[in-house]
């Protein structure tokens, strides 16, 4: 332990206590450091998903007046006049196996807020693995459909840059 003192503006004099046994280590850094890049690049995906779909509408009907809400309902929502038109769970996990991903269908099908995220609300999960059963999730509450991209329902983490770049091309004619 390392004892120091400290003055403060009243000229009392303290000491506090540091027990640098708590100090983490390089290899704890690294691991924290691992985990905090891991979670950026996951904010990152989701918002680059989110601005896809965005693009996808738009390239349907470039008319829409949505608007694209990062982070609030879900990982991110199309929202329309107060309404939520569909909610989005991202999942970049490196996992194939359905059951990986059952909490975050789960979350998805059971949200509900009151006359913003209704029966009416499309729900999506987003996954970045091509998930051994990519089948619609339907629990008795809400349907969550595995989002599609082209031919396929998932979109690796390396992939979601060239189809936006691909998207505004459409978009922009």
Known sequence: ?????VTNE???????????SKIPNKE????SAGSATST??????QGKVGLYHSLKLLEQDNSLKYSLQLDSLEDFSIINNDFAISIHQVKAKLSKYRTSYLDAFKKVSDKSL???VNQDTERFLHVTADIDDDDDYEDGKNKVCVYEYGDNKY???????G???????????
């Open 28 to 31: 704890e850094l690294k691991k």
């Open 40 to 45: 950026w690049s996951g904010f990152v995906y």
């Open 163 to 173: 189809k936006i770049k691909e998207t505004i091309c459409k978009v922009s004619g």
């Open 10 to 20: 009243t000229q009392d004099t303290t000491t506090d206590t540091i027990n640098i």
């Open 1 to 5: 332990m390392i004892n120091h003192s």
């Open 114 to 116: 009151l006359n913003i």
């Open 155 to 161: 979109c690796k983490l390396s992939e979601i840059d």
